[in-house]
């Protein structure tokens, strides 16, 4: 089945605690994105990928590190975790990313940051 | 930066009733439309999207938007809701030109009553 799955689902962490949100898509997607969904802001891209090693900056990157060394993986990683990171976390991809194709979101990440 | 706006923040409608969902962008050039549909506890998923021809746009489930270029709307309807289309509504726009992200509205909520 074709799908974006994403690692964990849900997490609590504490202040400063290294974390890493994995995913991965099996649609050999070269094309990746994280967002962050806050209540009342809708979703907000924070880093994007066209390929393997090209990254790029979306809307609100700060407090984030992203990799992709690997086509179908790119994971989310919080360096040192804090409050404000408290969000529902979702990861996408879709074929080549031009502008009129659809993204496939994966299930979503929840966490929580102490 | 171009933005997205839904004017409504949370709806409720009693089955069978008709529904439309307000989205207006701001950006002058040509532009992808986007409609996603995120159930309780799902990821978001691809309702529709507009990118030329027909301004009017089917999707799945019953639903359709209207691209009005002169308004820079794109709003979404449903000539019946079922209780079954209770979810957040997300209106996102891609322009065509350079890396801009897929920007997204902030949700309107939908209940649903029998």
């Known amino acids: 089945e074709a799908q974006v799955t994403q690692n964990p689902r849900y997490l609590i962490t504490v202040t400063g605690k290294k974390l890493t949100v994995t995913c991965s898509q099996n649609m050999n997607h070269e094309y990746m994105s994280w967002y962050r969904q806050d209540p009342g802001l809708g979703l907000r891209q924070i880093y994007y990928?066209?390929?393997?090693?090209?990254?790029d900056k979306g809307d609100v990157p700060e407090g984030y590190k992203v990799s992709r060394k690997e086509k179908r993986n790119f994971p989310l990683i919080l360096e040192s975790p804090s409050p404000n990171q408290t969000s529902l976390y979702f990861c996408?991809?879709?074929?080549?990313?031009?502008?009129?194709?659809?993204?496939?979101f994966g299930p979503g990440t929840r966490l929580l940051v102490l | 930066a171009q933005s997205v706006s839904q004017h409504n923040h949370h709806v409720i409608l009693s089955e069978a009733a008709s529904l439309e969902l307000g989205c207006n962008y701001s950006y002058g050039g040509t532009v992808n439309l986007f409609w996603y549909v995120q159930y309780p506890g799902q990821h978001l998923q691809l309702l529709l999207k507009y990118f030329s021809g027909d301004p009017l746009v089917k999707g799945i489930k019953g639903f359709e938007a209207e691209f009005i270029k002169s308004k820079f709307s794109f709003n979404l309807r449903k000539p019946s809701v079922q209780w079954s289309d209770t979810a957040e509504y997300f209106c996102?726009?891609?322009?065509?030109?350079?890396?801009?992200?897929?920007?997204f509205g902030k949700g309107t909520r939908l209940s649903v009553i029998a």
């Open positions: 996408a991809s879709s074929i080549q990313g031009t502008p009129q194709e659809t993204q496939y």
């Open positions: 990928s066209m390929n393997v090693e090209v990254t």
């Open positions: 996102a726009v891609k322009p065509n030109s350079g890396n801009t992200p897929l920007v």
